[in-house]
């Protein structure tokens, strides 16, 4: 099967990682990206920056595909403003999946969302659209991820535990079985989550780099 062309939507470190993602699928051939006007004719790993999004209406003339593969870690505003625009200009947001990572047949996994490498989701567990599951994280059995969130590098989900949208989950961060993380919620690096989070609830811990 010939390989979709494919938009990605942001030009930073996080592109660089889902770049590597997608070469290893297979399934899409990158048309270019997207980033900020000084961006706009440089090259990220051998893939052109096209324009910003303002190009974004002429570019899908050329790829039906795209992704927002611009990073969250304060803030998923960003993020959801992208993933909304693509979704009114009429682009396709794909689940992709590295071949290096293992999504259960049980499991669901929606738009917009990249399981990158080392990634495991397992039965039962249902991830929202336009999120980032990072290198070596863990979403276990029966686990609820809202839209937009960031489950960052080896940062552990365990069962039952529902996430709300927009929560950002820092690298090497735990979450208790069972427990309730409100939506836009933000768990520092290397922290443990052993009851439910409010919305209102502070930062816990230092954010890191979400790498």
């Known amino acids: 099967m010939t390989p979709k062309s494919i938009l990605l939507v942001g030009?930073?470190?996080?592109?660089?990682?889902?770049?590597?993602?997608?070469?290893?699928?297979?399934?899409?051939?990158?048309?270019?990206?997207?980033?900020?006007?000084?961006?706009?004719?440089?090259?990220?790993?051998?893939?052109?920056?096209?324009?910003?999004?303002?190009?974004?209406?002429?570019?899908?003339?050329?790829?039906?595909?795209?992704?927002?593969?611009?990073?969250?870690?304060?803030?998923?505003?960003?993020?959801?403003?992208?993933?909304?625009?693509l979704q009114q200009l009429g682009f396709q947001l794909p689940v992709v999946i590295s071949p290096q990572a293992y999504v259960s047949r049980h499991a669901q996994v929606n738009i917009g969302t990249i399981v990158m490498h080392g990634a495991y989701v397992n039965a039962g567990a249902v991830v929202g659209r336009n999120c980032i599951l990072n290198t070596k994280s863990l979403v276990e059995h029966n686990a609820v991820i809202g839209?937009?969130?960031h489950v960052s590098t080896a940062a552990t989900v365990n069962g039952g535990v529902k996430v709300g949208d927009g929560v950002f989950l820092g690298s090497n961060s735990s979450l208790r079985e069972m427990i309730c993380i409100a939506p836009g919620a933000i768990v520092g690096m290397g922290q443990t989550v052993r009851q439910d989070l409010a919305a209102d609830s502070p930062v816990v811990g230092e954010l890191g780099t979400g790498r």
């Open 147 to 149: 839209d937009h969130c």
């Open 11 to 85: 030009a930073g470190g996080h592109a660089q990682a889902c770049i590597d993602v997608l070469e290893q699928a297979g399934r899409f051939t990158i048309l270019g990206l997207v980033g900020r006007p000084e961006e706009v004719g440089s090259q990220v790993l051998g893939y052109p920056v096209l324009g910003t999004d303002d190009d974004l209406p002429d570019l899908h003339a050329e790829a039906s595909y795209a992704l927002v593969t611009l990073g969250q870690i304060k803030t998923p505003v960003p993020r959801i403003r992208l993933f909304n625009q």
